[in-house]
């Protein structure tokens, strides 16, 4: 009998040898995003996330040996929901900006890029104040495009949208005049159809203003997470230091955007 019980602690042992570790809650990373924003942020047809972002984050979380697990969320609901704890970190091309810091804290940023002002190819106008004045112009609710409009766009017309896809859509249709959207992201919409490039074109793709954009996109956490914010910092570093982020960065832009 001792034989049989001694002989079945054996085979148990060796059962739970064979069984994946179990993932405890402080080895996950909840990451929220916002997808339909490509190329940075995606929901696949199969129902996965996608993008740079995506990518970006899973390289991060390697090297801080967390898991990540996403949360997709619109993005006039991401601060909220970070601040309600439903995910740890935004890793979603989020902007530092002076507006933002009031309510989260952020890392170094990731990447950089300036915005871009959509339309049709002999749209006839220029992206500044007296040339947009009564143009709509399509932009994501809740961005940094947002405030970019009202300061150098103020008399335009401006239309908020859950997602940069549906003000495609509505540029396409001819419902809207334009789109103010991150250069990067038009840019691969415009090569995503070849009707886009023939049909539109950036009126200018160098937009910026510091007060609204601010130093580049980096990771939102909520308020004194200093021991998170050192990691990922860290890990920000490090993938600059090996390679990994210009290999991500190649792949998807076929270039560096780190500082664009």
Known sequence: ??????????????AMSLMPPIVQAEDVLRVGISSGY???????????????????????????????????????????????KKFDVII???????????????????????????????AGFTADEAGTAG?????????AHECYLKKHM????????TTSEEAYLDLQAGRI?????????????????PKNADKFAPIKADLYDDQCFGVGSGIALRKGNEALKGKLNAAIAKTREDGSYIALSNKYFGRDIYGN
């Open 38 to 84: 490509p190329p940075f942020d995606v929901l696949n047809s199969d129902g996965t996330l996608g993008g740079f972002d995506v990518d970006y984050a899973n390289l991060l979380c390697e090297r801080i040996n967390r898991k990540c697990e996403f949360v997709d969320i619109e993005w006039d609901g991401i601060i909220p929901g970070l601040l309600a």
């Open 177 to 193: 005049d334009a789109v103010l959207v991150d250069t990067i992201p038009g840019e691969v919409w415009l090569k995503s159809d």
């Open 1 to 14: 009998m001792k034989r049989r019980i001694a002989f079945l602690g054996v085979l148990a042992a060796a």
């Open 92 to 122: 979603s091309s989020m902007g530092i900006n002076e507006e933002r810091m009031k309510q989260v804290d952020f890392t170094d940023p990731y990447y950089k890029g300036p915005s871009a002002l959509i339309a049709l190819k002999d």
């Open 135 to 143: 143009k709509s112009i399509g932009l994501l609710r809740a961005s």
């Open 154 to 161: 103020a008399n335009a017309d401006m239309r908020q949208y």
